[in-house]
């Protein structure tokens, strides 16, 4: 089995890169890869309960992330990054696990191909 990470530095909206970073989580997991979903600086925002897309053209990046716990990605959010962009762990979708540094480069360092958005 394929190890894939893939990390996710923007925010849900404004650009393509949260989509785009799921589509390939959900992806690789539907083909029986082992995927990590690492939300660092903007991207935490992406595991965020609440979030309000009225009056924008974006799907809910939070149903998505749902979805990708559901089907088996581990999502993981970086406590400093968390602390930078002003969130509470509380305010967190169940099931996203927060992590530091050194489990980050654990899990890095234990993939076959990582991808960056």
Known sequence: MNNISII???PPYGSVDAGEAIR???????????????LVDGGVHSAQKGQDISGTEYQSIEDEIKDCIDMGVEVYADRVSLRDEGLEPQELIKGVNIIGSSE??????STDVTMIF
């Open 104 to 109: 980050m480069v654990d899990i890095l360092s």
């Open 24 to 38: 390939h989580a959900l992806g690789g997991v539907t083909n029986d890869m082992n995927v990590k979903l690492l």
């Open 8 to 10: 996710l530095r923007r």
